[in-house]
């Protein structure tokens, strides 16, 4: 189990496309990014497109993110409840995330 203060990285193969799955059920989520998963690439730094923002209350739902690695070697996956940085959205409510699988792509 992963704790919020912990950096675990995701090693990656450079100039690859890898796709993030995972299910994410809410109840009462507000906000405008709203339930979601990201993830950032290093050692650039920069952000992969998030999910879908999942808002109010929903059963699970299946969510998919799909991203080339171009010369990067690392990943940081989030689920996110809202979104602190960039974005400023605050948010409300429970999320829960499930079944969170990162594959490389032929």
Not at 6 to 12: A, D, K
Request: charged share 10%.
């Amino acid at each position: 189990m992963f704790t919020s203060n912990q950096n675990t990285y995701i090693t990656l193969t450079p100039n690859k496309t890898y796709r993030i799955h995972g299910f994410i059920k809410t109840q009462s989520a507000t906000g405008g990014t709203g339930a979601h998963i990201d993830a950032k690439i290093f050692p650039s730094g920069n952000f992969v497109n998030a999910t879908q923002f999942i808002t109010g209350t929903t059963g699970w739902t299946e969510t998919i993110l799909q991203f080339g690695s171009g010369t990067d070697t690392q990943l940081q996956i989030w689920c996110r409840l809202g979104h602190w940085g960039g974005w400023g959205d605050l948010a409300s409510g429970t999320a829960w995330f499930d079944a969170i699988t990162i594959e490389q792509l032929p």
